[in-house]
């Protein structure tokens, strides 16, 4: 929980969007996606996007 907070902090958002933001991470690497290239990356970035506005967790 420490290490989430300091993240939230660090990138400028609440620490319950940080938490939503690390489950939806995982979720993705569980269904396949990763983030080794640029391109990987971008669609990973995407579907987590996607997931967080759809729970209300939006920039």
């Keep these: 929980m420490r290490r989430a907070e ?11 969007r940080e938490l939503n933001y690390l489950a ?4 993705c ?6 983030h080794m290239t640029e391109e990987d990356k971008s669609v990973m970035r995407e579907k987590e ?4 506005d759809r ?3 939006s920039r």
């Design 6 to 16: 300091e993240q939230a902090e660090e990138f400028g958002h609440s620490g319950e």
């Design 24 to 27: 939806a991470h995982g979720i």
């Design 29 to 34: 690497h569980l269904l396949g996606y990763d």
């Design 49 to 52: 996007e996607q997931v967080l």
């Design 55 to 57: 729970a209300g967790y």
